[in-house]
């Protein structure tokens, strides 16, 4: 990234599982039936947070908003004690500036660390999670001072969970967070990063007027009506941060969409953000040009754009929406139908990819067998996989998704 002239590079974001547990393993926030003693957390300690061991099972693990992706929930309670217990973004940074890279150290914010966790085993489900806010400040205040002496400019903090509908009392909570941390950010330069969705007007009334933050960060491809909000009003003297290319798909990014949206805000926030940020200035035409062929194309594809399903959706009434039977019928025939026990059996995805399969599709690919030679050992594996099944007695059978 250095190299490709990327001004602000983050570190700390290589996780072993997910950032959610690395936090939980910063706060020294593990669950007593681990038997951790205490010290700088290890891999067998993470690890059976992560996957459980042989006698001891693992953490609850739920997804990352609205990604594939999933972390691990921290288990918390009063009785809690917080210890700085993985020194991993500071020993990151100091890794790569030793390669000569100034990075961006990326630590879970503490207030969407709190509001992403549970009550532990024991614990009253009532339990407010917030009220632990004063307890883990401290360690983040530790992690912020390891990191400027090692010579850290920049940290950024991410707070999803701004996204979110939240309460007054969850968002007096970053206020609070913040005016807390600020002293500790003197001499520093500090960005506060949400992603994945709008950030509510409460919340961005919020969020812009936090304490001693340099840099804000808004996700503007999946929250396009954040725009609005920015135009609405911006803080003078803090840099703006925004996403415009779409990292969740395969498809290349339609570059002109990106720097109308930057043209947009140039007006609000100043031009220093508009182009120079994502380096466009130093691309040479034909990448533009080139990139917009790829958009035209994509568009024009009749593997995209096709007229009959447009006409088809387009027909589509309320009705259509919904099924003819109720959930009852249809729950009463299938089990006159299935027989299914109280709890039935299933598996989750697709069934491991072998390298037999790997090599059929590879030849198909490029001819070296049939079409009818790929759909023969397709179903051959189709069959070894539910007779598998069966075997297992497993209720509700998959075909395992070969092909």
Known sequence: MADAGIEYIPSNTFSYHDQV????????????????????IGFDTYFSMARGNASIPAMEMTKWFDTNYHYIVPELGPEVKFSYSSHKAVE??????????????????????????????????????????????????????????AGATWIQFDEPTL??????????????AYSELESS?????????????????????TFTSL??????????VCGTKTLDLIKGGFPSGKYLFVGVVDGRKIWANDLATSLATLEALEGVVGKEIER???????????????????QASRKSSPRVTNEDVQMAAAALKGSDHRRATPVSARLEAQQKKMNL????????????????????RRECKVKKISEEEYVKAIKEEINKVVKLQEELDIDVLVHGEPE
Do not use: C
């Open 211 to 220: 304490k001693g933050v340099t840099g804000i960060g808004f996700d503007l």
């Open 276 to 294: 120079d940020s994502i380096f466009v200035d130093h691309l040479p035409y034909a990448f533009f040009s080139d990139n917009a062929a790829a």
């Open 185 to 205: 950010f003197s001499g520093l330069n500090v960005l506060i990063e949400t992603y994945f969705a709008d950030v509510p007007a409460d919340a961005y009334k």
């Open 21 to 40: 547990l690395d936090t939980t393993a910063v706060l020294g926030a593990v669950p007593p039936r681990y038997g951790w003693t205490g010290g700088e």
């Open 341 to 360: 026990p109280i709890l039935p059996t299933t598996t989750i995805g697709s069934f491991p990819q072998t390298m037999d399969l790997r090599r059929v």
């Open 92 to 149: 990151e940074y100091k890794e790569a500036k030793a390669l000569g890279v100034n990075t961006v150290p990326v630590i879970v914010g503490p207030v969407s660390y709190l509001l992403l966790s549970k009550p532990a085993k024991g614990v009253e489900k009532t339990f407010s999670l917030l009220s632990l806010i004063g307890s883990i400040l401290p360690i983040y205040k530790e992690v912020i001072a390891e990191l400027k002496a």
């Open 163 to 176: 996204v979110k509908d939240l309460d007054s009392h969850q968002l007096e909570a970053f206020t609070h």
